[in-house]
C-alpha cells in the first residue's frame, strides 16, 4: 500500500524559510524517483522539486533554483523540501508525489502516488 504524507506548511514572510517533510510508506520499488509538486489557486500543477533516490540525482524548475533543496534522509523514509528566500509567488498547496522506474523530473512525467498536500502561504 502506498502512503505519502506531507507536513511542515504555514504561513511565513519573504525572504523567510520552511521544511517541508515526505514521509513514505511505500516500497523501495515505487519511490525510486520522489517529487514535490505545488498547486496555487487558478494555477497549473508545477513540479518544482525531483530526486531519483537511488542515484541522487535532484531536478529543480527555473522558479525555484538556487532557493529549494530536496533532500533526502538516510532511513529511506523521508523526503524534504527545504525552501529558503520564499516569495509571495510561492504561496500554494504543496505535494509529495513519487513513481516506480528510472525516469525521474519535474515535468514530463507521470507520478502515479501522491498525498494530500500542505499549504504554504507567503506573505509580502
Known amino acids: 500500500q502506498v502512503h505519502l504524507v506531507e507536513s511542515g506548511g504555514g504561513s511565513v514572510q519573504a525572504g523567510g524559510s520552511l521544511r517541508l517533510s515526505c514521509a513514505a510508506s511505500?516500497?523501495?520499488?515505487?519511490?525510486?524517483?520522489m517529487a514535490w509538486f505545488r498547486q496555487a489557486p487558478g494555477k497549473e500543477r508545477e513540479g518544482v522539486a525531483a530526486?531519483?533516490?537511488?542515484?541522487?540525482?535532484?531536478y529543480y524548475s527555473g522558479s525555484v533554483k538556487g532557493r529549494f533543496t530536496i533532500p533526502q534522509d538516510n532511513t529511506g523514509q523521508a523526503v524534504y523540501l527545504q525552501m529558503h528566500n520564499l516569495k509571495p509567488e510561492d504561496t500554494a498547496m504543496y505535494y509529495c508525489?513519487?513513481?516506480?522506474?528510472?525516469?525521474?523530473?519535474?515535468?514530463?512525467?507521470?507520478?502515479?502516488?501522491w498525498g494530500q498536500g500542505t499549504q504554504v502561504t507567503v506573505s509580502s
Open positions: 508525489a513519487a513513481r516506480p522506474g528510472s525516469s525521474c523530473g519535474v515535468s514530463g512525467i507521470e507520478f502515479p502516488y
Open positions: 530526486i531519483n533516490w537511488g542515484l541522487g540525482v535532484t
Open positions: 511505500v516500497s523501495t520499488y515505487s519511490r525510486k524517483c
